[in-house]
């Protein structure tokens, strides 16, 4: 499956707190379509979850 990217990252922005469905690879060279507010919010919970984790 790696060798199918040729290195390219299809993930935009910080793949730690992306959505599962930005992981998608397409299978040709169709544009990638633009990211979906429920991609955010799962974003955004991730970050708050790290926030609010007492250490």
Known sequence: MCSEL???SYI??????????LFE??????PLPPP???SDIYSF???ML?????T
């Open 6 to 8: 040729a290195g390219t």
């Open 25 to 30: 690879v397409p299978e040709n060279e169709d």
């Open 36 to 38: 979906k507010p429920a």
């Open 45 to 47: 919970g991730c970050i």
């Open 12 to 21: 935009r922005g910080n793949v730690r707190w992306a959505a599962p469905e």
């Open 50 to 54: 790290q926030v609010n984790h007492p």
